[in-house]
């Protein structure tokens, strides 16, 4: 007889997990995970994410009503990437629960590094961004009811934690070493959902945030960021061809004839996208990378800009998302997960507009709007 997971919390799900965990050994470590690990690979994954996140922000606030002292959250970067969009995500969260007046501990556990970013990341580059993610917590989290700690080991999240006066965000996920990464941005989203007006102006992002790390050179104002992505090592498909970034400009420089164009990238990405600037003759676009050296000097950028525009692009895009900023967002989803047809956040205002699509022809729509 075949055993099948149902999509929802039911009485069938917890007896087959019950069951699994009650084997000696290699039920709750080896086996439940094993199962899980091929349940989130089909056809019915999608769907329950959705309900996952719904629950575990349920669950967040139920915590948080029942007088619980501390909030907890792991990024286990042995099996969360280093990446900013995803751990921006968690950082959100932290925001939402120190607007609801619960302590919150976000660990960073850095014993092992996803395996695909240790295969090209070297040992200082991995340093160094493990070091901005504490410095992410620093700048936009209210110390110290908000914190961020790196640790080796998950078992050292055991010890600092006191399971009678914390809550553990997915628990179980965090114990057996799943990810949680691809449900951050949709549990943000249920739990901002409820929020009202006022406090989500609160926990979204703007530029007063970044205000101590906002690069001290002024640009010409007024001006548009716009985002390219190019990168060497990871993921091509999202690197803007020549065509592209030439259409792309253009659009913006019609639609926009009064405001200069930053083009918000790494160095990697200035550097190339440069050379078509100086190649084409584009005036009137300068490079964050000469104003800013950081991934929050850019961020501050962004944020003090009239509009932010993106076609593809990478986690930078996310702070535009979790804020006012209007903008015009043209990507895949990855991780992140549709709030309604229209919508790709709970709190999407009507200057902020995004569509799901990847290539230029059906974006132009967007751009130009």
Known sequence: MRISLAPTGSARRKFLRSLLTRLPWIGESWLLPKVVGFYEKGPMWPWYRRLFARRQARRIDQAIDAGVRQVC??????VCPLTFGDYLNLVMIMRYLSERGAGSILYI???DIFPKHRAFMSDVEIEEFLQGMVDIGRVLLPYPK?????VHDLSEVRQLSDPQDAYVVCAWRTRNRRPLFHHGFSIFNHLMASASSDMQDRVLLSY????????LVDISTPYIAWHARYSENTDPSRNLTTEEFLGVHKILRDRHPNHA????????GC???????????????VLSKDYSSTILGDAALILQSDLYCVLRGGGISHVPLMSRLPYRCVFWTCHEQMWSDEQLTSWQGRTQVYANEWELDPARTILMS
């Open 73 to 78: 959250i792991v990024y286990d970067c042995a």
């Open 146 to 150: 908000a914190q961020v700690r790196r």
């Open 109 to 111: 556990v850095d014993g």
């Open 208 to 215: 007063s945030d970044l205000v101590q790390v906002a690069p």
């Open 271 to 285: 550097r190339h996208y440069s050379e078509l600037v100086q190649e084409h003759d584009l005036g009137h676009i």
């Open 261 to 268: 164009i930053l083009l918000v990238s790494d160095e990697v």
